[in-house]
């Protein structure tokens, strides 16, 4: 039976590589790709998936309810995998209004459309239905130099951006106990691959390298991250939509923690290799500390067990494999940078105004 899947946020970094794996790896399922477009999401990052027969774009905002009801009910979606996000936490510090919205006011009206759309189901159709809220791990807040974040970890957040995940993740949540709504969380890891927009670490750093210009790392630079490939998150999404019972939450993380100064020292390697400079000298000279971000968290880490335990789920990429293959892809691919960086943003420091 053929399903239709609704992806918010698909022309984003991580909806796109779920659209691209769900169009090339399913040769039976039709997604809806409903997306507002801000500077964060491109077609472009679709490539020619755009106008394939199974996919369809919606061009729209997740807090125009009226738009989506339309879409649920005219595209009848057997499930929802809601990835639209505003996700930087500098710009939540510059600006913390925009990520209300989309963030808080946008999932809560897809829930209430969701919610009333279940409600039109035939019963066979609403025990089909699933509602999956992609979330993060900095939800948690920060760790001290031992333990990793579980699924009954407290929540914490530290950061606008974090506070607002954090607020859907629990509208999530009452939807389920108190409508039956058959919704599902993920907390995920930093996420990383091709196609992400060049104000997070390893894209910008990338290109920066590749120009000579300064390599910005914030305080100290031992600040650790759990890093998490794109292409393996995808696949666990889709792990998690077609085997998690409803009402259910899974960690997804590579178990994989970095210094934000090592993954930018390993950046430098594999530039230096690919475009060594004429002076023969390291890309890692240009490596500046600067002010640390506000609020900055000290440690992330992320604990996948359950996952793995109970739906199979390991990640398929090394973090040195997948890092090199993202690098190489900046590199060759200078065209799609410029074009979504012609916008506001251009590569300038973000996140000063609380400093």
Request: charged share 20%.
């Amino acid at each position: 039976m053929a399903n239709t899947v609704l992806i918010t946020g698909g022309a984003g970094f991580i909806g796109s590589c779920l659209v691209r794996q769900l169009l090339t790896e399913d040769r039976t399922t039709h997604v809806v790709n409903l997306d507002k477009l801000t500077y964060a999401g491109n077609l472009d990052s679709l490539e020619s998936l755009v106008h394939h027969p199974r996919h369809q774009f919606v061009h729209g905002d997740i807090a125009d309810c009226q738009l989506v009801a339309d879409v649920l009910r005219t595209k009848r979606p057997t499930s929802i995998v809601h990835l639209a996000a505003e996700s930087h936490v500098d710009r939540s510090i510059d600006g913390p209004a925009e990520f209300l919205h989309t963030n808080v006011v946008g999932t809560f009206t897809l829930l209430e459309a969701a919610r009333h759309y279940c409600a039109t189901l035939a019963p066979a159709e609403q025990r089909r239905f699933r509602f999956l809220h992609v979330s993060t791990d900095e939800v948690f807040g920060t760790l001290g130099p031992i333990g990793t974040f579980h699924e009954q970890s407290p929540y914490a957040p530290r950061s606008p951006y974090s506070a607002t995940k954090a607020a859907a993740d629990h509208l999530v949540r009452s939807y389920h106990a108190t409508y039956g709504l058959p919704t599902l969380i993920t907390n995920c890891s930093n996420n990383f691959g091709p196609y992400q927009f060049p104000e997070k670490l390893i894209p910008l750093m990338t290109l920066n390298a590749l120009e000579g210009k300064p390599l910005p790392v914030y305080g100290d630079g031992l600040h650790v991250r759990d890093w998490l490939y794109v292409e393996d998150h995808c696949r666990a999404l889709r792990i998690v939509l077609d085997r998690a019972v409803p009402g259910d939450t899974y960690n997804i993380g590579a178990n994989c923690q970095l210094s934000n100064l090592e993954v930018v020292r390993r950046i430098c390697q594999l530039v230096d290799v690919a475009r060594p400079s004429k002076s023969a000298r390291s890309s890692a000279r240009l490596i500046r500390h600067v002010a640390d971000r506000p609020g900055h968290d000290r440690r992330y880490g992320i604990d996948a067990t359950k996952l793995q335990r109970e739906l199979g789920w390991k990640p398929d990429f090394d973090f040195q494999t997948a890092l090199a293959h993202t690098v190489h892809w900046y590199l060759e691919n200078g065209e799609w940078v410029e074009r979504v960086t012609t916008g506001k943003y251009q590569r300038e420091r973000l996140g000063l105004q609380a400093a």
